[in-house]
C-alpha cells in the first residue's frame, strides 16, 4: 500500500517541505475516552495511566466490552491488545466493525484463546449484507499474551485489508463484478469485547472455560481511529477520495506486503474457506483461481 511513498512523504514532512502526496499520518494513540464508551458491565473495565490503557475482565458471571462512539463509513482504525495469557481455552478476545442494520456488514478479529502452552487462533471473518461464512484462521508468529501488539483494518471502496504489526494477514476485494457484496454503503461502529464462548471457541466446544483461573484480563491501549464519521443511515462519505487511505496507492498492497501476506499464508494459515470444498462445494465467485482475498 505505497509504504515507500509513505516513507518519502514523511522525509519530506520532516525536512519543512510542502508535502503534497497523500500521506498518511502515523496512527495517534488518544485516551479511550475520546472515542470510546464502555458498552456493558461497567464494573469489568479498569482504566489505567489517564485512561489511556484499559483492562477487560471476564469473570463466571459476565464478560465485557466497548464501542466507539461514532460510526464510521471507510478508514484506517487500529488497537494494541494484549490476549488473556496463560489458560484461556473457551475465552474470545474481538475486536471488529459492524453495522447496526438487519443484513449487517461486518469486519472481524476474532483471537480464540487455548490451554495453557497452545497457541491463540486468530480467526478473520468478513459479513457483508449479513452473509458471512467467510472464515479464515492463522497461528500467529508470536506469543500475543507477552506483549502489545498492533492490530489493524484498512478499509475502502477497493479493499478491506487485516493487519498485524502492519503485516498484512488478510485482503478482501471488492470484487462486485464477480457478484459479490461488499461494505460500501453502511456505516460501522468499531467494537472490543471479551466474552465466553466454550461452545465453540476452543476445539471446536471441546475444551471448556476453567473459571478457577479467572478473572480473566486482557489489555488494549493505541486507541487510533482515522476514518469518515457518518450517520447510521448515511450511504456515501462526504470525503470521499479526499482522506489518505482512499488514495490511489492504497487500492491494492505493493510487491512487498504481497510476499509479507504470501509468507503468512504458506506458514501460519490453518484453515481458509476458500479451499473447504467439503463445506464449498461450489467455490465462492471471490475464491476463484487467480484472486488474491
Known amino acids: 500500500m505505497g509504504s515507500s511513498l509513505w516513507s518519502v512523504c514523511l522525509i519530506l514532512a520532516s525536512l519543512g517541505s510542502v508535502v503534497l502526496c497523500a500521506t498518511p499520518r502515523r496512527p495517534v494513540d488518544v485516551p479511550f475516552g475520546r472515542n470510546y464508551i464502555p458498552t456493558w458491565a461497567f464494573d469489568h473495565i479498569k482504566y489505567f495511566n489517564g485512561g489511556s490503557e484499559i483492562q477487560l475482565l471476564l469473570d463466571k458471571y459476565t464478560g465485557t466490552g466497548f464501542q466507539s462512539k461514532g460510526s464510521y463509513l471507510f478508514g484506517h482504525f487500529s488497537m494494541y491488545i494484549k490476549m488473556v495469557p496463560g489458560d484461556s481455552a473457551g475465552t474470545v478476545t474481538a475486536f471488529y466493525l459492524s453495522s447496526q442494520n438487519a443484513e449487517h456488514d ?38 500475543p499474551t507477552k506483549a502489545y501488539h498492533r492490530y489493524s483494518v484498512l478499509w475502502n471502496m477497493y479493499q478491506i485489508v487485516f493487519l498485524v504489526d502492519n503485516i498484512p494477514i488478510r485482503v478482501f476485494k471488492n470484487c462486485k463484478n464477480l457478484g459479490v457484496k461488499f461494505p460500501f454503503d453502511q456505516p460501522m461502529k468499531v467494537y472490543n469485547s471479551l466474552w465466553n464462548a466454550d461452545d465453540w471457541a476452543t476445539r471446536g466446544g471441546l475444551e471448556k472455560t476453567d473459571w478457577s483461573r479467572g478473572p480473566f484480563i486482557a489489555g488494549y ?33 505493493d510487491s512487498f506486503q504481497w510476499r509479507r501476506l504470501r509468507w503468512v499464508r504458506n506458514k501460519y494459515t490453518i484453515y481458509n474457506y476458500c479451499n473447504d470444498r467439503k463445506r464449498y462445494p461450489q467455490l465462492p465467485p471471490e475464491c476463484r483461481p487467480n484472486r488474491d482475498i
Do not use: M
Request: glycine share 12%; aromatic share 16%; hydrophobic share 30%.
Open 106 to 143: 461486518e469486519i472481524d478479529f476474532e483471537f480464540l484463546g487455548n490451554r495453557t502452552g497452545q497457541p491463540y487462533i486468530l480467526q478473520t471473518n468478513v459479513f457483508t449484507g449479513g452473509k458471512g461464512d467467510r472464515e479464515q484462521r492463522i497461528y500467529l508468529w508470536f506469543d
Open 221 to 253: 491501549k493505541g486507541f487510533h481511529i482515522d476514518g469518515c464519521e457518518a450517520s447510521v443511515n448515511a450511504k456515501f462519505c462526504d470525503t470521499q477520495g479526499k482522506r489518505w487511505w482512499d488514495q490511489t496507492e492504497f487500492r491494492d498492497l
